[in-house]
T-cell receptor, first 113, second 114 residues
């Protein structure tokens, strides 16, 4: 069964460093998303991406965040200068259409020290 | 912004019992989805609901999309130990959003005693 894959599964970084989280969405999907989940809390929307541009972003997704689809298969989330409060599990998701089911990857646990 | 209230926050039940959890919202959604999350994993889709009043089953799971489009419930019948996990409701659409963005509830933690 097709699935969303994310790498790395764990990332430890120093405050102020740049990180790039990588995702390979399901191959025939058109909509791509990033969500995050702080430990013990609910899953929060960060950004949606369609047709090579951001469709919608939350207030969490400030100028330190960016997304890119550098080729036909990868979808990345970059955090330019990480802060302690960026520590969370980051989930990539994809869907075939805007109103269809979202399928999530297993996540990247980001720890900012 | 749109918010979901999910209840109960946690449940501890005996194997074989039925379980019910629900989500309510102050605003309407076009789609309701129910996910299960195991520790250290991503949410796994259980059921998707697309029409007000829709009742959908997936094995021992049954979910309904409320008539007002502001609520949904999930029932699990004859619970088994592998049902343990966190269950999230998520609403999609409604208002002017057409991007597929999901709003998640706070989750219901289910524990099943064998």
């Amino acid at each position: 069964e097709p699935e969303v894959t994310q790498t790395p599964s764990h990332q430890v970084t120093q405050m102020g460093q740049e990180v790039i989280l990588r995702c390979v969405p399901i191959s025939n999907h058109l909509y791509f998303y990033w969500y995050r989940q702080i430990l013990g809390q609910k899953v929060e929307f960060l950004v949606s991406f369609y047709n090579n541009e951001i469709s919608e972003k939350s207030e969490i997704f400030d100028d330190q965040f960016s997304v890119e689809r550098p080729d036909g298969s990868n979808f990345t989330l970059k955090i330019r200068s990480t802060k302690l409060e960026d520590s969370a599990m980051y989930f990539c998701a994809s869907s075939g259409q805007g109103y269809e089911k979202l399928f999530f990857g297993s996540g990247t646990q980001l720890s900012v020290l | 912004g749109q918010q979901l209230n999910q209840s109960p926050q946690s449940m501890f039940i005996q194997e074989g019992e039925d379980v019910s959890m629900n989500c309510t919202s102050s605003s309407i959604f076009n789609t309701w989805l129910w996910y299960k999350q195991d520790p250290g994993e991503g949410p796994v889709l259980l059921i998707a609901l697309y029409k007000a009043g829709e009742l959908t089953s997936n094995g021992r799971l049954t979910a309904q999309f409320g008539i007002t489009r502001k609520d949904s419930f999930l029932n699990i019948s004859a619970s088994i130990p592998s049902d343990v996990g966190i269950y999230f409701c998520a609403g999609q659409g409604g208002g002017s959003s057409n991007t597929g963005k999901l709003i998640f509830g706070q989750g219901t933690t289910l524990q099943v005693k064998p």
